[in-house]
């Protein structure tokens, strides 16, 4: 989901000190940095501002291009319009997962050739669907699932979330032993 716990690891995945989240009283996600400033209120807007004040040197250079910029902002859209009610809905999810996979077909990341933030939202948002897949459920989804897996490699991406499996070998046990 798009709430204060894949802030708090964009945050750290940016190197920004967050400061204050929490919902206010309409529940939007709202970030205060201090009392001197305005608070943000709403996820992709909470992210761009993480972005604005990183000093990573990879984060900042793909966001010097502005085409590159707009197709991040099309994915912090796409998470929180698709990605995190697919987590509830089992169908949503499937078709997500679908509609993932397609795009994915012939690319390592979301955005260019390299991890952006935006791969870093998705794979946030998208973990708790990807953990309730069952193994062969999985491989129906074979360009989601290397995506996934590489970013979840990365410790500065997966920031002490649990590894998921997705060894075929596991698939291969899982598969044997429910159709014995």
Not at 91 to 106: D, G, P, R, T
């Amino acid at each position: 989901m798009c709430s204060v716990d894949n802030t708090n690891r964009i945050a750290a995945f940016l190197d920004v000190p967050l400061g204050k989240v929490g919902y206010n009283s309409e529940k939007i996600l709202t970030r205060t940095k201090s009392a001197q400033e305005p608070s943000i209120s709403g996820f992709s807007s909470i992210i761009q501002s993480l972005v604005r004040e990183t000093k990573k040197p990879a984060v900042k250079q793909l966001h010097s291009d502005f085409e590159v910029e707009c197709q991040i902002l099309q994915w912090l859209d796409y998470a929180v319009l698709f990605v995190a009610p697919s987590n509830k809905d089992k169908h949503a999810a499937k078709s997500l997962l679908e509609e993932l996979n397609y795009y994915l077909q012939s690319r390592s990341y979301l955005v260019n050739d390299s991890l952006s933030v935006a791969d870093v939202v998705v794979f946030h948002t998208i973990h708790e669907t990807m953990a309730n897949l069952q193994p062969l459920e999985k491989e129906n989804f074979l360009n989601v699932s290397r995506w996934f897996h590489h970013l979840q490699h990365l410790a500065e991406v997966r920031q002490g979330k649990h590894l998921l499996n997705f060894s075929t070998l596991q698939l291969l046990e899982w598969a044997t032993g429910t159709h014995t």
